[in-house]
C-alpha cells in the first residue's frame, strides 16, 4: 500500500493549518513544506506550535524545501541551510531539501563531481548539528546544473555519506532526463505529478505542465512507481504539482483524493 504525503506546492494557495486538512481529508500519512510560496512557512508559527499542530491531525512533517543551488555552496548556503535545518529540527521533519543550480551553465561532468563534493563537505557538519538528512533533488531541465541521480550517488557512496545524504525521486525530473535507473536503496522521498499534454516532448516539459496525475499521464509515473516499489523503497509519495489551475481548484481535496485513488487502484492492478 502506497503512503502518500501533499508536498506544500500543490495546495499553494493554502495556509500550513488548510493545508493539513486537505491532507488529513485525503487520508495522507504526511507533508512537505516550502519556504518558497507566498505564505510564510508554518503560517509564522514556531516549529514547535508546527509540530503539535500536525501531531492533531495524524501527520509528520517529512521535510522542509528548499536550498537553492546548493551546488554553487557559498556562505549564503550555508547559513540558509543552517537556518532550515534548525527549522527542521524543531519541527520533527526528516530533512531539508538541496535544489542544484539550474541557470544553463552547463558544467561539464568533472566540474558537476567536485561542485558536489565540495557541497556535500560544506552541508555535512550542519546535517550532524542538527541531526538531520538533505534530500537531493536533480533537476531533468536541460538548464540544470545537475540531472543525473546517478552523479549524486556515485558521490554518497564514494564519500560514506548515505546516512546523511538521500534522493528525491521526483517522477516528472526522472522523465525528463532520460534516466533508466530509479536507486530505491538511495531514495528519501518520491515526488509524482503528471503531465497530460502527449504533444510535448520532454524538452518542451515546464512546471507549468505539472497537474495532478490520471489516466492520460505522459510521465510514466505508474511504472516509476512499481519499479521504485519492486526495488525496495517503502517511503512516501508525495505530489508535487505546479500548475495554475490545480493552485486555483475550488475542490483540490476531491481532485487529489481522486488522483491518490487512481495511483492505489493501478498500483494494486500491478500487484495482483
Given at each position: 500500500?502506497?503512503?502518500?504525503?501533499?508536498?506544500?506546492?500543490?495546495?499553494?494557495?493554502?495556509?500550513?493549518?488548510?493545508?493539513?486538512?486537505?491532507?488529513?481529508?485525503?487520508?495522507?500519512?504526511?507533508?512537505?513544506?516550502?519556504?518558497?510560496?507566498?505564505?510564510?512557512?508554518?503560517?509564522?508559527?514556531?516549529?514547535?506550535?508546527?509540530?503539535?499542530?500536525?501531531?492533531?491531525?495524524?501527520?509528520?512533517?517529512?521535510?522542509?524545501a528548499e536550498i537553492?543551488?546548493?551546488?554553487?555552496?557559498?556562505?549564503?548556503?550555508?547559513?540558509?541551510?543552517?537556518?532550515?535545518?534548525?527549522?527542521?529540527?524543531?519541527?520533527?521533519?526528516?530533512?531539508?531539501?538541496?535544489?542544484?543550480?539550474?541557470?544553463?551553465?552547463?558544467?561539464?561532468?568533472?566540474?558537476?563531481?567536485?561542485?558536489?563534493?565540495?557541497?556535500?563537505?560544506?552541508?555535512?557538519?550542519?546535517?550532524?548539528?542538527?541531526?538531520?538528512?538533505?534530500?537531493?533533488?536533480?533537476?531533468?531541465?536541460?538548464?540544470?546544473?545537475?540531472?543525473?541521480?546517478?552523479?549524486?550517488?556515485?558521490?554518497?557512496?564514494?564519500?560514506?555519506?548515505?546516512?546523511?545524504?538521500?534522493?528525491?525521486?521526483?517522477?516528472?525530473?526522472?522523465?525528463?532526463?532520460?534516466?533508466?535507473?530509479?536507486?530505491?536503496?538511495?531514495?528519501?522521498?518520491?515526488?509524482?505529478?503528471?503531465?497530460?499534454?502527449?504533444?510535448l516532448k520532454p524538452?518542451?516539459?515546464?512546471?507549468?505542465?505539472?497537474?495532478?496525475?490520471?489516466?492520460?499521464?505522459?510521465?510514466?509515473?505508474?511504472?516509476?512507481?512499481?519499479?521504485?516499489?519492486?526495488?525496495?523503497?517503502?517511503?512516501?509519495?508525495?505530489?508535487?504539482?505546479?500548475?495554475?489551475?490545480?493552485?486555483?481548484?475550488?475542490?483540490?481535496?476531491?481532485?487529489?483524493?481522486?488522483?491518490?485513488?487512481?495511483?492505489?487502484?493501478?498500483?494494486?492492478?500491478?500487484?495482483a
Amino acid at each position: 500500500m502506497v503512503s502518500f504525503a501533499i508536498n506544500h506546492m500543490t495546495a499553494a494557495n493554502t495556509s500550513y493549518k488548510q493545508l493539513l486538512a486537505i491532507a488529513q481529508e485525503c487520508g495522507c500519512s504526511g507533508v512537505e513544506l516550502r519556504n518558497d510560496l507566498a505564505t510564510p512557512l508554518f503560517d509564522a508559527a514556531s516549529g514547535q506550535q508546527a509540530a503539535m499542530t500536525a501531531e492533531s491531525h495524524g501527520l509528520q512533517i517529512y521535510a522542509l524545501a528548499e536550498i537553492a543551488a546548493f551546488n554553487r555552496c557559498t556562505a549564503n548556503t550555508l547559513r540558509q541551510a543552517k537556518e532550515l535545518a534548525a527549522r527542521a529540527r524543531d519541527c520533527g521533519a526528516h530533512a531539508i531539501v538541496l535544489i542544484p543550480a539550474n541557470d544553463g551553465s552547463n558544467p561539464d561532468q568533472a566540474e558537476r563531481k567536485i561542485m558536489l563534493t565540495e557541497s556535500f563537505s560544506a552541508l555535512l557538519p550542519v546535517l550532524e548539528e542538527y541531526d538531520i538528512c538533505a534530500f537531493v533533488e536533480p533537476l531533468g531541465f536541460e538548464s540544470s546544473t545537475l540531472r543525473y541521480k546517478s552523479e549524486v550517488v556515485e558521490r554518497i557512496d564514494a564519500m560514506n555519506l548515505s546516512s546523511r545524504f538521500k534522493l528525491i525521486h521526483d517522477t516528472f525530473h526522472h522523465h525528463l532526463a532520460g534516466e533508466d535507473r530509479c536507486f530505491a536503496a538511495h531514495t528519501g522521498m518520491v515526488h509524482v505529478s503528471g503531465v497530460v499534454d502527449s504533444k510535448l516532448k520532454p524538452a518542451q516539459m515546464h512546471d507549468s505542465h505539472r497537474v495532478l496525475v490520471n489516466a492520460h499521464d505522459q510521465l510514466g509515473n505508474i511504472k516509476q512507481l512499481d519499479t521504485l516499489i519492486s526495488d525496495g523503497y517503502r517511503g512516501p509519495v508525495s505530489m508535487e504539482v505546479f500548475a495554475a489551475e490545480v493552485h486555483q481548484s475550488p475542490d483540490l481535496s476531491a481532485q487529489l483524493l481522486s488522483s491518490y485513488q487512481f495511483i492505489s487502484s493501478r498500483m494494486a492492478a500491478l500487484a495482483a
